[in-house]
């Protein structure tokens, strides 16, 4: 029997339930902090590690449940756990596997958001964070200590764009027991199968193709091994790492067409950067597709596809402020950090302020080619030289 209620309790309390059997093409998005139990029993049987129930909003609703094995998927993995932002995803990775007295290596070519990260570890956690020449390959070993425990990648590097060789270093980490994590968001899981290649951990930066809005925040960590996978999921659980189900149900909105995207981004970006390749302003064009990048024939061995982001070094004669006057000029290449959404970005890098040992001469720029078409940028371009 119904119990008759007050109108105040029957704006919390509704009899009705809709019916069963709704299905549409869209996922839906569960929103919920406190998740409800059958009965007693059953909430104390839930246990959040597992993933065979729902025990608590931030431990994942079945929107974000979706997400994460969809992601897995996409990436030749087994499990998933999603993070605010590829930052805190990458920040994650390093708290769960790092402890006071370790040692962690990093390219020099690295996120530069990790690259602070690591100075942090080492300032206040007493975790040794050292760089090494992005194209190492098996010389890695010589910079292994006994305390290293980790071995982050990223392929290539999203400003300067060289690309390790992934097999040696995995080879030569793993002989030694060290882990290996890759920065795979330039290939957006499409291009580059980490784990194939010997990577123990992929991070995601959601926020670029998966998203492809410029619109949300999110990152993923991505894993086959169940132990590692825990020990992920335990830093998860301490540090808080929720995501919104908003958020999750636009990632989920935008896997569907992201192949599409991505191949899109790939070629408007070799159309124009072949195009740059034969302007006078322009020294060299670091695109990994192209066989002056450095390591090109590394990309050629174990890449598919190469999306739209790269960057281009100006000749030496141009001086910083008349590369920020070409910069200032442009009309479609709005200036932003980021990639993977249907806008055209530009941003010009400091590089030997980032970089130790940069040798290159010349201003680097970096370009994200979006949706646009590749004629008319080509054209923004050419108008912004004659700007210098």
Not at 34 to 39: A, I
Not at 110 to 125: H, K, S, T, V
Request: net charge negative; charged share 20%.
């Amino acid at each position: 029997m119904t119990q008759t209620k007050s109108p105040q309790t029957a704006l919390i309390h509704s009899d009705y339930q809709a019916p069963q059997g709704f299905a549409a093409f869209p996922n839906a998005i569960h929103h919920a902090s406190t998740v409800l139990f059958k009965d007693v029993a059953a909430m104390r049987s839930g246990d959040w590690k597992e993933k065979n129930a729902y025990t608590y909003g931030l431990h994942g609703t079945p929107t974000t449940f979706t997400l994460e094995a969809r992601l897995a998927e996409i990436e030749g993995g087994k499990y998933c756990l999603l993070a605010p932002s590829g930052l805190a995803a990458i920040a994650m990775a390093d708290f769960a596997l790092l402890k006071t007295g370790d040692d962690v290596l990093l390219p020099e070519n690295i996120y530069n958001p990790n690259r602070e990260l690591g100075r942090w570890l080492a300032q206040d956690f007493g975790i040794t964070a050292r760089y090494y020449d992005p194209l190492i390959g098996a010389g890695i070993a010589a910079l292994i200590q006994p305390n290293t425990k980790l071995i982050w990648t990223e392929a290539p590097g999203s400003v300067t764009m060289e690309v390790p060789d992934l097999p040696a270093i995995c080879a030569v980490a793993h002989a030694r027991g060290v882990l290996v994590a890759l920065d795979n968001t330039w290939s957006a899981g499409l291009a580059l199968r980490g784990f194939d290649l010997g990577v123990d951990i992929i991070m995601q930066a959601l926020t670029k193709y998966q998203s492809g809005g410029s619109d949300v925040l999110m990152g993923a960590l991505i894993t086959r091994e169940r132990a590692l996978h825990e020990r992920l999921a335990q830093a998860h659980m301490r540090l808080g790492m929720g995501v919104g189900a908003d958020d999750a149900y636009l990632v989920l909105r935008g896997l569907p067409t992201m192949k599409l995207r991505f191949d899109a981004h790939d070629a408007g970006a070799r159309t124009v950067a072949a195009w740059l390749k034969g302007r006078s302003e322009i020294a060299t064009v670091l695109h990994p597709a192209f066989d002056d990048c450095p390591g090109h024939a590394i990309w050629q061995r174990d890449f598919t596809g190469a999306g739209g982001l790269f960057s281009v070094l100006f000749d030496a004669s141009y001086t910083e402020a008349q590369t920020d006057r070409f910069v200032d000029a442009l009309q479609l290449f709005k200036i932003g950090y980021s990639w993977g959404g249907a806008n055209s970005l530009v941003m010009p890098y400091r590089i030997a302020a980032m970089r130790k040992g940069w040798q290159l001469p010349g201003q680097l720029v970096r370009l994200n080619v979006g949706l646009e078409a590749p004629q008319d940028l080509i054209a923004d371009i050419e108008r912004a030289f004659a700007a210098m």
